[in-house]
């Protein structure tokens, strides 16, 4: 198994630009989720999913959307980046107790 | 929101010296995660606790659901266990992280 796979690990953005943030996983896990990361304020969470076609907000989702079409993707929607929006995303599954992470991906909005 | 609080912030130790996170949280929970962030960044999971006590090798977590407390030990530190450990506290689909305890270990 893959596990947790996120792409890209790098992005640079400009104020204004879209993008999303690609998460999947193969370990047919129903509880998927992401998180930001940012210095001194410990990982947030942003949109999460319970299972296909059922995603709900975390504790900061404003600026992103979320899909969730199948069980294996779960995408991260910036549809108008922000510098705000600098930060590590982390995309995450859960299974028996157990999270398992993406690598992150590190993204800066000029 | 649950707030998580986690101490120390940084620590510092020895070689062999024996370890104490502390984490505390404000709202009842049903289950309370252990992670570990390596300094390339990547996050594992330690462990999952609702109750009671797990241990794993050298590391010993322990959780006190009536005082909201929870602890992850380490025993005979290694340079290697040098790393932030986050503690995040489940409430339904919910987690909430607290800020992480940065650890170096030196020889």
């Known amino acids: 198994n893959a596990g947790v796979t996120q792409t890209p690990k790098f992005q640079v953005l400009k104020t204004g630009q879209s993008m999303t943030l690609q998460c999947a996983q193969d370990m047919n896990h129903e509880y998927m989720s992401w998180y930001r990361q940012d210095p001194g304020m410990g990982l947030r969470l942003i949109h999460y999913s319970v299972g296909a076609g059922i995603t709900d907000q975390g504790e900061v989702p404003n600026g992103y959307n979320v899909s969730r079409s199948t069980t294996e993707d779960f995408p991260l929607r910036l549809l108008s980046a922000a510098p705000s929006q600098t930060s590590v995303y982390f995309c995450?599954?859960?299974?028996?107790?157990?999270?398992?992470f993406g690598p992150g991906t590190r993204l800066t909005v000029l | 929101k649950n707030e998580v609080e986690q101490s120390p912030q940084n620590l510092t130790a020895q070689e062999g010296e024996f370890i104490t996170i502390n984490c505390s949280y404000s709202?009842?929970?049903?289950?309370l995660h252990w992670l570990q962030q390596h300094p390339g960044g990547g996050i594992v999971s330690l462990f999952m606790l609702s109750s009671g006590k797990k241990k794993h090798g050298r590391l010993i977590a322990t959780i006190n659901i009536q005082e909201k407390h929870s602890s992850l030990h380490i025993t005979a530190s290694h340079p290697r266990d040098s790393a932030v450990y986050i503690c995040a506290a489940v409430s339904g689909y919910a987690l909430n992280f607290g800020k992480g305890t940065s650890l170096l270990v030196t020889p």
């Open positions: 995450a599954s859960i299974y028996g107790g157990e999270q398992f």
């Open positions: 709202v009842g929970i049903s289950a």
